[in-house]
């Protein structure tokens, strides 16, 4: 029974040696899929091999066992032959004295012991043989199994290199792709560089489109994709074609391109994308010499080539920063740019903020990560700035204004009372200023964060002309200035403490110190370098203000909506007329005219000079951030 036994497990382990032997020759499909097919065979003829390797190596252990218990037997059994023949021995010499005693049953004792102990040296001798037999049936097995398992990690290293393999053809693809672009025209750039842009966009546009496709259809598309972001995969642009450009009304020009692209994955990209080691990319099993030579030539031949293009992914930790590139804008973060091989300036912008500056040479995808950090700088001239309430909403568009000298005060001699002479100043810090009065979607959102009454809601409402004379009205107040408003007409019946209230609940917010312009600071930003009447000239024009007799369809009706004229050379809106505006001094002081005042009041230098706690449906105010 045990030869039969080991009859069936040596046959087990040879069927294994044999198939094996097989498997040693060439494989002919390469493919992953078939590859994994005889993987899968080879695993399950590994674990019978190893449960066949189990089954004899039980059977040596217990045929150890035994012929230790066999050998223990022996001197038993030695100890049993020699008190056997010491009885009969004994009864030999009873024989002597008495011729009647029965000897009988000890020589049978003796001889059984005899029997019994050849019969243990024959099983020993049996034993022995069996046991060397399996042992050498053991040994050879553990080879084989080894050798098993070297077939196996050989599928396995054919499997990844086949992976690569596959991954790259599916990246040595070819298509074409329509893309529409967009752009608004920049007033510094001919029709030509906006076309030109336009078309650039179109193709990157594509490009991407392309890329982020090969990604979605490769077939290990989620594992390559957890690796995109660092990888070098390449697109080439093989060529384009222009199929439709036009220019609309406003400045703007749409294309549409065919872009005729080809995928690559250069050097050891695979092996980056499927998180195998860069071995099985560089490894060439026909010419295995050449492998590091094509690797650099690969990495050679990407550079500086505006075919080849890669996917630069830019992001910041602010909301509604903007992003150029090469000097050309790309909207805020988080972005993707597909951009050609070689050396690339990026810049990530936000008022008040310091900017991101960081060369990019390009020769893989790449991600770049900005913390933008707040600024304490001189503001330049024009520089737009708006910072971000919590809930992402937006606070006040602000204006940057440097430091500067200028003329304050009446230059022409209009000799109304409450106006200064004219003198030399200078503004020593630099600071941001309202683009436009706050509004009543500002004011808005303040009350609805806070629950703030206005002074005219808690007392009796509001001043309204009448009759050539404010007087309190007490159904007047910011919500209901007695004419018809939206949120983008400036905020009215506020009072110097309601403007102070609004303007610390903003410093709050945005963690920067928000106040009233003072005079002198409201001045330099209402004149913008001029020394006439208005920031335009002397002479108030027609339409070109929000004030009584000014040509416009709200003068001595209504304010009307801010940004309705145009700017100052600083970017300002309504500097002049709409709504008489707050500013911060021992005493309280309004400038710049209103909706119902006439011209002459209007003027640069001249100064509305109130009462604490007046508030009128005239009046309003504009914010400053300091620097």
């Not at 972001?229 to 391109?257: C, M, P």
């Not at 991600?367 to 520089?383: P, Q, R």
Request: with cysteine; glycine share 6%.
């Amino acid at each position: 029974m045990r030869l039969a036994l080991l009859a069936i497990t040596v046959s087990c382990l040879s069927i294994g040696a044999q198939s094996f032997a097989y498997e040693l020759a060439p494989l002919q499909d390469k493919s992953v899929e078939s590859l994994e097919v005889q993987l899968s065979s080879k695993e399950a003829e590994y674990e019978s091999f190893i449960t066949s390797l189990s089954l004899l190596n039980t059977q040596v252990g217990n045929e150890t066992d035994k012929l230790g218990l066999l050998r223990s037997q022996g001197d038993e059994l030695q100890t049993a032959r020699d008190q056997a023949l010491l009885n009969m021995n004994e009864q030999y010499e009873a024989l002597v004295d008495n011729p009647d005693q029965d000897i009988v049953q000890a020589q049978n004792a003796y001889r059984q012991a005899i029997q019994n102990q050849k019969q243990n040296k024959d099983d020993i001798k049996t034993s022995v043989t069996l046991l060397a037999e399996l042992k050498k049936k053991l040994a050879q097995a553990n080879l084989d199994r080894f050798t098993l398992a070297n077939a196996r990690e050989a599928l396995i290293e054919e499997i990844r290199i086949a992976r690569v393999k596959r991954l790259q053809k599916e990246f040595d693809h070819q298509g074409e792709l329509n893309a529409s672009q967009v752009v608004t025209c920049d007033a510094q750039e001919t029709l030509k560089q906006c076309i030109t842009r336009s078309n650039r966009l179109a193709k990157q546009k594509a490009s991407k489109a392309f890329v982020d496709n090969l990604f979605a259809r490769a077939t290990e598309s989620e594992l390559i994709n957890q690796n995109k972001d660092d990888s070098a995969a390449q697109v080439r642009l093989l060529n384009h074609k222009v199929i439709t450009g036009e220019f609309s009304g406003q400045g703007n020009y749409s294309t549409t391109v065919t872009v005729e692209l080809e995928g690559f994955l250069p050097n050891a990209e695979a092996c980056k994308l499927l998180n195998l080691s860069t071995r099985y990319c560089t490894y060439d099993q026909e010419h295995p010499a050449t492998a590091a030579v094509n690797i650099d030539a690969g990495n050679s031949l990407s550079l500086n080539d505006d075919s080849v293009l890669y996917e630069l992914t830019v992001r910041s930790d602010q909301y509604d920063d903007e992003v150029f590139i090469d000097g050309v804008s790309y909207g805020s973060t988080k972005l993707s740019v597909m951009l050609s091989a070689g050396n690339h300036e990026v810049t990530i912008t936000k008022p008040g903020y310091l900017d991101h500056r960081e060369q990019v040479r390009l020769n893989k995808n790449s991600t770049i990560k900005a913390e933008l950090v707040k600024a304490s700088i001189n503001f330049a001239n024009g520089e737009k700035i708006q910072d971000i309430l919590p809930g992402d909403e937006l606070g006040p568009e602000l204006i940057g204004v440097p430091a500067g000298r200028f003329q304050m005060g009446d230059m022409k001699g209009a000799g109304l009372s409450n106006e200064k002479p004219a003198r030399g100043e200078q503004i020593l810090k630099s600071f941001a200023i309202g683009q436009n009065q706050i509004t009543v979607g500002d004011f808005k959102h303040f009350v609805k964060e806070t629950n703030y009454v206005t002074e005219a809601e808690s007392e009796n409402g509001c001043a309204a002309f009448v009759n050539g004379q404010p007087e309190y009205n007490s159904v007047l107040n910011w919500r209901n200035p007695g004419f018809k408003q939206t949120d983008e007409h400036p905020v009215v019946c506020v009072s110097d403490k309601d403007s102070a209230v609004y303007l610390n609940w903003l410093s709050k917010q945005t963690e920067r110190k928000y106040r009233l312009p003072n005079e002198m600071e409201w001045e330099y930003v209402a004149r913008a370098g001029s020394v006439d009447n208005y920031w335009w000239g002397n002479d108030i024009g027609n339409g070109k203000a929000n004030c009584a007799y000014c040509g416009s369809k709200w003068s001595n009706r209504s304010t009307s909506p801010v940004k309705s004229f145009r700017a100052n050379k600083l970017g300002l809106y309504d500097i002049v007329g709409n709504v008489w505006e707050l500013t911060n001094g021992e005493k309280v002081v309004a400038r710049g005219g209103a909706w119902n005042f006439a011209p002459k009041l209007a003027r640069a230098s001249v100064r509305l000079e109130l009462s604490p706690g007046f508030r009128s449906n005239y009046l309003g105010f504009r914010a400053l951030r300091e620097n």
